[in-house]
């Protein structure tokens, strides 16, 4: 079945570093999956933070970036200066297959910014 | 204002009971979802509906049971509730491009 890997928290930076959160897939039910990133903030539901849905392009948003590589599988996450209010779970999604209208999670990445 | 809810957020529960999850959606989305998230193990989906009367077993529905009245409401029923179960529940609406979340219930199996 279909399934995502990623980075093994906790990750622990500091104000204004840089940050990488991996996130490699396997999709046996569709060639080219939707990509996603999700966060959920303390206390809150998990909101998208990014999508991609076509093979090599990037999506960024909040100042985090995720190119969607189908050569590698990969799809990481990156943000280039973190901030205190990042301190979040980080979740790497798959999703596309029409025949179930299902999205595939990762384990969830927990991020702690340290200020 | 929030689209997707849930109540209880929170829920003790003893080992043979019964306990109903509640979601409500103002999204109109046709699709909703239950999931539960557990420490080393992300978000696994339970069971997940395409409309009001349809439910669809996810990759646990063991020991679980759903519940889709309306476009609105979906539930979810735990109807003899064991320790095992004890997680944090979510609900969402969507699809394959875009779910949105309610804000989760913790729910504690003694």
């Known amino acids: 079945g279909d399934s995502v890997t990623q980075t093994e928290g906790p990750v622990t930076v500091s104000e204004s570093e840089s940050l990488i959160i991996n996130c490699t897939y396997s999709?046996?039910?569709?060639?080219?999956?939707?990509l996603f990133w999700y966060v959920r903030y303390p206390g809150e539901g998990l909101q998208l933070l990014l999508k991609?849905?076509?093979?090599?392009q990037k999506g960024s948003s909040r100042g985090f970036e995720a190119t969607y590589n189908k050569e590698t599988t990969s799809f990481h996450l990156q943000k280039a200066s973190v901030q205190e209010s990042d301190s979040a779970v980080y979740y790497c999604?798959?999703?596309?297959?029409?025949?179930?209208?299902?999205?595939?999670f990762g384990t969830g990445t927990r991020l702690q910014v340290l200020p | 204002e929030a689209a997707v809810t849930q109540s209880p957020r929170n829920k003790v529960a003893v080992t043979g009971g019964k306990v109903t999850l509640s979601c409500n959606q103002t999204n109109n989305h046709n699709n909703m979802y239950w999931y539960r998230q557990d420490t080393g193990h992300g978000l696994r989906l339970i069971h997940y509906?395409?409309?009001?009367?349809?439910?669809e077993k996810g990759d646990i529905p063991d020991g679980y049971k759903a519940s889709r009245p309306s476009q609105e409401n979906f539930s979810l029923i735990l109807e003899l509730a064991t320790p095992s179960q004890t997680s944090v529940y979510f609900c969402?609406?969507?699809?394959?491009?875009?779910?949105?979340f309610g804000p989760g219930t913790r729910l504690t199996v003694l």
């Open positions: 969402a609406s969507g699809d394959i491009y875009e779910q949105y």
């Open positions: 999709a046996t039910s569709i060639a080219y999956p939707n």
């Open positions: 999604a798959l999703g596309g297959s029409s025949n179930t209208n299902k999205v595939v």
């Open positions: 991609v849905i076509t093979a090599g």
């Open positions: 509906s395409y409309g009001a009367g349809s439910t």
